[in-house]
């Protein structure tokens, strides 16, 4: 079984689907890495997964699933970047919560309260 590789990044651009053969089809979509060096990385998806890009819009972060595919043609050599699942990602400021204003403290007092007063109680 080979290697699954993962990586995050904004999607560039989408590009339509293309029919090689009568009944293969394959589509191309690439991605911008967030790096010191920003890489384009250009991936490819095949058959029904054609569609996986589709919800995504270019310039939104995704995070694709994919493999490494190599294969040898007439003395020359080919490296595709086979994609198999994109997901949308979720920016860290969408899942936290602002505490620049957070709620007054609760007060707490027992009002000297003892063990002994809450009877058998489990707790």
């Known amino acids: 079984m080979a290697d699954t590789f993962q990586i995050k990044g904004r999607l560039h651009k989408k590009f339509d689907i293309e029919s090689k053969t009568a009944t293969f089809q394959a589509r191309e979509f690439v991605l911008l890495t967030d790096e010191q060096y920003p890489q384009y990385l250009k991936f490819q998806l095949t058959q029904d997964r054609c569609s996986v890009i589709d919800p995504f819009q270019e310039g939104q972060e995704v995070e694709v699933f994919f493999d490494l595919r190599g294969r ?52």
């Open 72 to 123: 040898e043609w007439n003395g020359k050599y080919f490296t595709n970047l086979n994609a198999w699942r994109v997901t949308g990602v979720m920016k860290e400021a969408e899942n936290s919560f602002d505490v620049s204003d957070p709620e007054p403290p609760i007060e707490w007092s027992d009002d000297g309260l003892k063990a002994e007063d809450f009877g058998d109680l489990p707790f």
